[in-house]
């Protein structure tokens, strides 16, 4: 899957859950970037060619921490 492909993914998540997203990550690596959804981040290569599984991983991962983070803020608003 092209990192851009990828990106354009997690950024549909992030609205879907109510979450703005920016295609310039948090954090800077060698040959990683991170983003942060509650504290937690999700870890992305910096190639432009991504394995599938990894691509896959990294999708489920980011949906489980927006979803873990929207229904804590929703608890918040309580």
Known sequence: ???????????????????????????HGANH?????GGEPVIVPRHNEINELTAKSILRSWEEMLEEAASSEEGEGE
């Open 1 to 27: 899957m092209k990192r851009n492909d990828l990106l354009n993914r997690m950024a549909r998540l992030a609205k879907k859950f109510g979450f703005d997203f920016s295609k310039t990550p948090d954090a």
């Open 33 to 37: 970037d991170k983003w942060y959804v």
